[in-house]
């Protein structure tokens, strides 16, 4: 639940933030539930440790990926591991749990249990959309593996070893009951092409060719007045080489629009974020700024 | 896992572009435009909402931070930002479709990211008092006028939307009342700094005259007086409030 709220902030995709924004509210839930039953089987109320440091170290690394670009390795570790095991860890302690003596215990679980099958089918659903290239699916199933064999290690989260049927398949909801994740997909493709203007869509186009060509006099040509790319800019423009180029943002500021234009190549990609400006001799650049370049290839 | 992130992480795909308030709010007026969205047009309206919209991710974001960054705060109050991360994601989704529903698009204007900031505060109380009662007072201001508007032009599904997503916020309010009394029980200069800080977002977000008292019609953001008293504010604080909207610097 902690790592999910976390996490929000440090996942771009629209989707999988509101894959996870829609269920720390029933993890903690979950939590209550549980922590709100201990007192009355004789233990605090709200308390939790680790069974044993093998957990904590497989929560740790559950935990560690935070880096915007490692959405599919929080998921994975959350969606595919951890809750396809407390899933399995739940129905093994229904099926033992005594319905004369501990109905409240069973009620707990058979809410946790319904919530998580919902979830893994939710995470599925985004994992299958985020999965995108070959690489990025070696990376999730490295993961994956490294995870499970810390599980594992530790002997389950209870400690006292794997579930005997690890149930990691889970049948597909009716979308009703689901969290029809395939809505949060559809709001983050929500946006199909941008509304460029006839003119400027032909001075992005240009403006990009001489980018990614790195021709500083068809470049000038584009520019406003009194704009200059800076030394900077011009530097990491030219610290590789690029192939092609795609608009990925398009805002509107008044009557003058914010354009990112990201540039590919083998060696890795650049966006660079323009302000155009309609101009008597039609559209020009107003101002430039090289965003963060990213060494890996597109 | 990193409690507090520094505020520059907070993670957007490549659709938006983000950019300092200030320098929006000049590049606008320098076109002979108003800093703020008006509502006096179907376009302002919409870059309005546009503008929630992204206020709602980052009031998702920051809450989803504050279960993650007070392991040690009391149980209940980790249930309460949990509770809010859900109503948070699902304004995102209400207003995503509302986009929709104007014809708009996700990152079709630039964000902002002062209610970011104002969420990584590293005091809970700060945190609870700046974002729950001082961020989230603004969305009842901007939300009581936003249904007025809908009613007024007759989108009832705009009117509709904003009107549930508006008794969500109250409900925040008064969460953030709650948790500022608690975590702040016999410590008087945690609640002074933590009060301090929200009377410091309220002046920012007065946006230099924006916001202030008067008829949904005549200014640009107006002081939901009674939605305020629902959600718990006190008359002192509205009065003050309003006091403060008469001397505020441009923003």
Redesign the interface.
């Known amino acids: 639940m902690r790592a999910l709220g976390g996490w929000i902030a440090l996942t771009p995709e629209l989707s999988a933030k509101l894959l996870m924004g829609r269920h720390v509210w029933d993890l903690a839930q979950h939590c209550d539930a549980f922590g709100r039953r201990l007192p009355e089987l004789r233990a605090h109320a709200q308390e939790s440790e680790s069974a044993n440091p093998s957990i904590a170290t497989f929560m740790d690394a559950i935990e560690e990926p935070e880096a915007p670009d490692q959405t599919m390795e929080r998921l994975v570790g959350v969606y595919s591991v951890l809750k396809p095991h407390l899933r399995a860890i739940y129905r093994e302690h229904l099926a033992r749990a005594n319905p004369v003596y501990e109905p409240p215990t069973r009620r707990i679980l058979t809410r946790c249990i319904e919530d998580e099958t919902r979830h893994i089918v939710a995470g599925g659903e985004i994992l299958g959309h985020l999965r995108g290239t070959a690489a990025a699916k070696e990376r999730a199933r490295v993961h994956q593996a490294r995870l499970d064999g810390l599980l594992a290690a530790a002997g389950g989260v209870a400690g006292d070893g794997m579930p005997s049927s690890p149930l990691t398949s889970v049948e597909p909801l009716p979308a009703d009951l689901s969290d029809d994740a395939r809505e949060f997909i559809r709001l983050e493709a929500a946006t199909g092409t941008w509304p460029v203007p006839a003119g400027l869509h032909d001075a992005l186009t240009g403006f990009a060719a001489a980018l990614v060509a790195r021709d500083s006099k068809a470049l000038s040509h584009w520019l406003a007045p009194g704009v200059a790319i800076s030394d900077v800019a011009w530097e990491t423009l030219c610290a590789a080489d690029y192939a092609g180029h795609k608009v990925v943002a398009f805002a509107r500021l008044g009557h003058q629009h914010l354009v990112k234009t990201r540039l590919d190549g083998s060696a890795g990609s650049v966006v660079v974020l323009t302000r155009w400006t309609s101009a008597a001799d039609g559209w020009r650049v107003a101002a430039l700024d090289v965003l963060a370049r990213d060494p890996r290839p597109a | 896992?990193?409690?507090p992130?520094a505020y520059d992480?907070?993670?957007?795909?490549?659709?938006?572009?983000r950019?300092r308030a200030r320098e929006?709010a000049e590049?606008?007026v320098s076109?002979g435009?108003p800093p703020f969205p008006d509502l006096s047009s179907a376009e302002s309206i919409k870059e309005r909402v546009h503008g929630i919209m992204v206020g709602e991710?980052q009031a998702?974001?920051?809450?989803?931070?504050?279960?993650?960054?007070f392991?040690d705060a009391p149980?209940e109050f980790?249930?309460d930002?949990?509770?809010q991360?859900?109503d948070?994601?699902r304004h995102?989704?209400i207003y995503?479709?509302l986009l929709?529903h104007l014809g708009g698009?996700?990152?079709?204007?630039?964000e902002t990211t002062i209610l970011?900031r104002c969420a990584c505060a590293e005091d809970a109380a700060a945190r609870v008092a700046g974002v729950n009662r001082g961020l989230e007072g603004l969305a009842c201001d901007v939300f009581n006028q936003l249904v007025h508007i809908a009613r007024k032009i007759g989108d009832p599904v705009l009117e509709r939307a904003v009107d549930f997503v508006l008794a969500d916020e109250i409900t925040h309010v008064r969460m953030g009342s709650k948790w500022l009394t608690k975590l702040t029980e016999g410590d008087a200069e945690r609640r002074r700094r933590a009060i301090e800080f929200q009377e410091n977002i309220d002046e920012r977000f007065n946006l230099g005259g924006v916001r202030r008292e008067g008829d949904h019609d005549a200014v640009s953001i107006s002081i939901a007086t009674d939605v305020r008293r629902l959600a718990g504010f006190t008359e002192e604080e509205i009065e003050r409030l309003i006091k403060t909207t008469q001397r505020s610097q441009v923003y």
Request: aromatic residues 12%.
């Open positions: 896992m990193d409690r992130i992480k907070l993670a957007r795909e490549d659709r938006f572009v950019m929006v590049l606008k076109q435009l991710l998702m974001e920051g809450a989803g931070r504050s279960v993650c960054d392991p149980w980790t249930m930002m949990a509770r991360v859900w948070e994601s995102v989704e995503l479709r929709d698009y996700a990152g079709e204007f630039p970011w």
